[in-house]
């Protein structure tokens, strides 16, 4: 079967996923590229559109309803409240109709009267779906993972499997079932057809009881912790041929804007399709969706910032020099070692407008990134007239694929300046660090790791002076490429005096006091470390006297792992939310300096601070 | 002996449980009224105020360092590992001499290499106290509830006897001892003299990892559920005599301005010797920190909403009567029933801005609010002439505490109008809903619950249509005074059109329906209520059809438990953030409708949507 010939797996999303009302989550869900909608009841229930009214919405959309759900607690060994399920469901299924849906998901009870008896329970899934056959709908039956008997799908199967009736099958969810450890390598031996509809979710491994980690901290596919492309194998095995469908209920999803949240969600899907199909065992169609894998990184090709006058001499106090003036933008190159900074003098406070990418093949991985629902970046914004491949990140920040050197190589946009610096041992750019806006950290990472093709390198929490703060770092395989985001564990609020959230560029070095020296020498504005971390620094490691001193006097952090030493020596915070550090790691250090990361944010804050009441 | 002559326990509180920098900790702890700060490592370490410094601010504060704290990890199996943390605690001693402190707390090791014989760690506990006690200083040892061999408070007490040093002691914390469900009586046996330091903390009950639980979710006693009075009463028992010292991590309070969050702080630890004290059987000095219960609450006294025109004719057509005016002010006095509220015409959006209760003793309530640091209210700020006892809550809402009918009646400040209306039925104020600002949620609760001598009434959460929020009622017990308190779970961002906020005064009616059909009969501006939700009621609870299609009609909302039900109609928000409801409970309902607040919201958002629509 040739590849064109294979068809993507169609997309669905659960209402519940999307912040909003029912009018903003389904313009949204449609917009994102999603085929088709579950509609979870609460939505319907809150919304003034009668059910007809939500079928001609989806149908003007272009979005089925794959789904109404959920059902809950149907079974019971009181005939009585038994009954009275039918009786309620008998209602739903009229609402079924006028949304124009056909399968509704009926959920494992967990109410003190469920069925424990496998047989009851079939018979009763058996009357619920004798009724729904009767008007041609279907019932999809779902293992809740913390349902009173039924917790495990192979209980649910098994009660479905009993009841043979060819209304009744399975609603696989993959948060259900990973989340209890479940092998999802058996759903492969259940018949394709008794798979009804397949919902999707991921999550971080969280050690806290299963209800609250489903209700609050799901995320979607490749955000979280849970191998998924190993779980929806063997369902595509087991001849699933319904949409790949997201369920995910997840704190701030829920209050951010559901456009975004749609686009973020759909692209999940997309890289989990890919992800699958790269597993290569995978007998069933998962389609084709991404088309291309993403081409090799070898390594920043730039950082630009947005800055004013004051960047440039710092730069040159780092050992940078200025190779090349834009021919038509106010655009400066600087460049050290392997490492180039694009000076954009448009104007504004100091900050990061773009990262740019070495890549084998730019045009794959443009191509890529638009099949991914990356934005393409508007021509005017980019600091290169040669037809870079660029796209914007959910930060804001744009993202190029280079190849320096190739034909259409951007530096060609450059007069050459003819400047030289001896420089101070700066290598390259070891990595970039960005703060994340609140609503968008789930969001960024997945789109720098899937757009870019980076691997999860590192997650961490640390307690900034005005609040947590959560990091994940983003890598390629050979580490050529890194990048660290970070974003408040809460959002801020009012109470946080001199609180910024700096964005930086980490400039690889191999002997950071020789460079550190070399810099200050020339003026850099150094950040001064208090007395207080080297006295505990001393009582910690037993460094060296002189290494101690040297540290104290350049205002060195220094992280020690069993892996290596990651020694950092910062700027100030630069006339608006950007520094500078100068990094060396030591041995195998694969970190990002987090441990440090209070003390450094509290010298920074102090600085501004400072600053402040010089202006005031 | 006499009340006068007990000594009140002195406070103290860990820098770690406020904002900011150690330069803002210190004066926040200060002025809240603490004796004491313990100094949280990682503070110091970040502050570029050596610790003579340290020593010399909280002296112009008037503060004690109570402890420093914490030293990790000192025990192991590997001697040369010992003999560094041996080399590590004498650098630490040095800092404890500068800061002017003479005990460290030492928490039992989580590290692979920490001691399992309790013999071996006496051996090594017993050499640290050694050094100290060498230098003067004492050492307090704690067992953390996930420490590797040492996690229960008998264990640290077993390694603490065995090692018997004079310097050498326990830290008792109240989370690491409740969160493990650990008896605390047995600490009544543990001499006095041994307990160097207690450190008290408050958690909801969550099923979770406890380490995360203790590092995000720990709350000031009386804001979760543990019962901390239960705890304190052995270790007072004990002779405990060292001060009473607050050790929370919480994501709120970590970013929360630490003023505010020091004043919650200290009156949580007020409270809770308060609620010690009356436990009765507390051999030891509890101090008498409130010296006075909270007198009987009889009832809501009035609410006072800041108003324009538009509210005088919504209260109008709810039956209300405006019966007086006040002798200088722009205010109103409107009556039906028990129900009495005031409109203060001096302008404003439509906001709660003082509560009022009926209290058997004002003048004792306001001395004990007093006590409780509640900031006294400004004289010009309330409606009445009488000296009414006010304060101000952490919401900015005014709290009154009346007695009407007494001498210094505040009914005397209004002019009689003689003006009556028939009413509708309306018998007095169910409850007041005052959602809270996101900082200060659990000092709100704590806030109401002390000051007013509530109790906890129930706790919630629902799915707002942008976001989830969070509930808390709090009552007295016989139910005459009710407050919903809401919040967001996450604070709100950027993305929430039309969403409010909104407060809302809940009458009580015996007969909804009645009650609605004529208010809306005298034109009251009630909220429609989707189909969805009659035929979902319909499915769910087989509703008489004449019942049904009356709640259709009224857009009545019903929650219904095994308890009772409670039915609700609101209005529309009324020209800011205030609704106004009629409910009716049945049978022994105890709630507040949450279920139902989401339809609710959802619809006040749909109207303010559509106002806006037609203003733009």
């Known amino acids: ?123 009763q899934l058996h009357a619920l779906a004798e009724r729904a056959a009767a008007r041609g709908l279907r019932i999809a039956y779902e293992a809740l993972a913390w349902g009173r008997h039924v917790n495990t799908y192979d209980r649910s199967w098994e009660a479905v499997r009993r009841a043979d009736h060819p209304a009744l099958g399975l609603c696989l969810d993959s948060f259900h079932i990973l989340s209890r450890g479940s092998d999802p390598a058996a759903i492969a031996d259940i018949p394709g057809a008794k798979l009804f509809i397949l919902q999707l979710a991921d999550a971080p491994h969280l050690a806290m009881d299963v209800l609250q980690w489903s209700r609050h901290h799901r995320l979607f596919p490749g955000q979280g912790a849970f191998d998924l492309p190993a779980f929806l194998e063997p369902v595509l095995r087991a001849g699933y041929a319904g949409p790949l469908s997201l369920e995910v209920f997840n704190d701030v999803f829920r209050q951010a804007d559901p456009a975004r949240a749609a686009v973020d969600a759909h692209r999940s899907l997309l890289a989990l ?67 180039r900074i694009l000076v954009n003098r448009s104007g504004g ?19 890529r990134a638009t099949r991914l629902s990356a934005p393409r970046l508007p021509r005017e914004r980019g600091p290169a007239e040669a037809d870079l491949a660029a796209v914007t990140a959910p930060d804001d920040t744009a993202v190029f694929f280079c190849r320096t050197g190739a034909e259409t190589d951007w530096t060609g946009d450059f007069v050459p300046t003819g ?30 790791r899937t757009v870019l093709g980076l691997e999860p390198a590192a997650t961490g929490e640390f307690a900034a002076p005005f609040g947590l703060v959560r990091s994940r770092a983003v890598a390629d395989a050979q580490r050529r490429v890194r990048l660290a985001l970070t974003v408040s564990l809460l959002r801020r609020g009012e109470w946080a005096p001199g609180v910024s959230e700096p964005q930086y560029v980490a400039l690889a070095v191999d002997d950071v006091l020789a460079a550190a020296r070399a810099a200050r020498a020339a003026g850099a504005p150094l950040l001064a470390i208090p007395d207080n ?59 990002y300096g987090w441990t440090d990361a209070p003390v450094r944010m509290a010298a920074h804050r102090r600085r501004r601070l400072a600053r402040e009441r010089v202006r005031a």
């Open 533 to 591: 971390y080297y006295a505990d620094l001393d009582a910690r490691l037993a460094l060296s006297k002189e290494r101690l001193a040297a540290y104290r006097d350049l205002g060195v952090l220094h992280e020690e792992t069993a892996e290596g030493v990651y020694l950092q020596v910062c700027t100030e915070v630069l006339g608006g939310r950007v520094f500078l550090a100068l990094v060396q790691r030591v041995g195998d250090h694969d970190g």
């Open 273 to 339: 399709a890919e992800a699958t199909a790269a597993r290569g065992d995978a007998a069933a169609p998962v389609g084709d969706p991404v088309a291309e894998p993403a081409p090799e990184l070898r390594g920043h090709a730039f950082v630009e910032l947005s800055a004013d006058g004051s960047l440039a001499p710092v730069l040159a106090a780092l050992g940078f020099a200025r190779t090349g003036l834009h021919r038509t933008k106010p655009v400066e190159r600087w460049e050290q070692g392997g490492a």
């Open 419 to 448: 400047e030289t610096a001896a420089g101070i041992g700066v290598t390259g750019i070891d990595h970039v660090g960005l703060a994340q806006p609140f609503d968008h950290f789930d969001e960024a990472a997945l789109f720098y």
């Open 1 to 123: 079967m040739s590849r064109e010939a294979r068809t993507a797996p169609r997309t669905a999303i659960a209402t519940v996923c999307l912040s909003g009302a029912l009018e903003d989550k389904l313009p949204a869900a449609a917009a994102a590229g999603f085929d088709g909608v579950e509609i979870f009841e609460p939505d319907l229930v809150a919304s003034p559109m009668p059910p007809g009214e939500v079928r001609l919405r989806c149908a003007d959309l272009g979005l089925s309803i794959d789904l109404y759900q959920p059902f809950r607690d149907l079974d019971s060994v009181d005939p009585e409240r038994f009954a009275a399920s039918l009786r309620r469901a008998e209602h739903k299924f009229g609402v079924m109709e006028a949304l124009g849906t056909d399968t509704v998901l009926v959920c494992s009870s967990v109410a003190p009267d469920a069925v424990a008896d496998v047989d009851l329970l079939a018979e």
């Open 349 to 367: 406070p100091v900050a990061v407008a773009a990262l740019a990418v070495e890549s084998a093949d730019p045009p794959a991985a443009a191509r």
